[in-house]
């Protein structure tokens, strides 16, 4: 269980290292008095954008919170019949492409909120603020399709299903300090690096077939000839 007493507002307590976008999310919870509220986060993509869906029952509605680029823009839904020092199950389901947060308290549909924000994916968790009050028995299932190497490209669709997603790209030990830019495909510099080199026989082969997409990706403006020459300078 989790107790949340500390007055204020907006505490999130977040899953870490998940990013989710369409999503089925609950938690069982019960408000402090004189004013707690608290319910569930998601698409937390940092302090500046996130969703909090939360039960109030002092203020006798249940609210969603969008913050977009700082700007926060909340909707009331009234439901008087919430009391403080009471237990409910609060589950949201999620649905990104849509746009849509379907709320239920304890197994009832109450309402649909249709989301302003175009950030869409985020951690997943909980918030609470004000006289707080305490969770229980939170669950969270994605329905999001497999992406096993977490670059956004579901695995269905992915030309690299378990890229190398370093920051820049390394040849061994050397850094080349050039961004490790992932394409659309779902691969990225270091995946057609490291495909250069597990597939060379002879190091020329390296040589020859890092030269051929370093050139390609030259004339496609994905790199400077100062990053190219940064990353032969590593071969
Ligand atoms: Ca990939």
Redesign the pocket.
């Known amino acids: 269980m989790l107790a949340q007493d500390l007055g204020g507002d907006h505490y999130k307590f977040l899953v870490e290292n998940l990013t989710t976008s369409d999503q089925s999310i609950e938690v069982q919870l019960r408000t402090n008095g004189p004013s707690g509220y608290g319910g569930v986060t998601v698409w937390y993509e940092d302090a500046s954008n996130w969703v909090d869906i939360y039960i109030h029952p002092a203020a006798g509605w249940i609210a969603v919170m969008e913050v977009i680029n700082d700007t926060p823009n909340g909707t009331s839904y009234p439901y008087p019949s919430l009391k403080d020092l009471t237990w409910y199950n609060l589950r949201v389901d999620v649905d990104s492409a849509a746009g849509t947060l379907a709320v239920y308290v304890d197994g009832t549909y109450l309402f649909t909120h249709t989301v302003t924000t175009a950030h869409r994916s985020g951690l997943s968790g909980l918030n609470s603020g004000n006289a707080g009050g305490y969770f229980d028995s939170f669950g969270l299932t994605s329905m999001d399709p497999p992406d096993v ?1 977490g ?1 956004g ?1 579901p695995d269905e669709t ?1 030309g ?2 378990s ?1 190398i997603l370093a920051a820049t790209v390394v040849i061994d030990s050397c850094d080349s300090g050039v961004t490790n830019t992932i394409f659309p495909s ?2 990225s510099i270091s995946d057609d690096v490291n495909y250069c080199s597990v597939n060379a026989v002879k190091r020329r082969d390296f040589v020859t077939c890092l030269g051929k997409y370093l050139e390609y990706f030259r004339k496609a403006r994905v790199l400077t000839s100062q990053q190219s020459d940064a990353i032969k300078a590593c071969q």
């Open positions: 190497d670059d490209v992915d690299c299903p890229s779902g691969c």
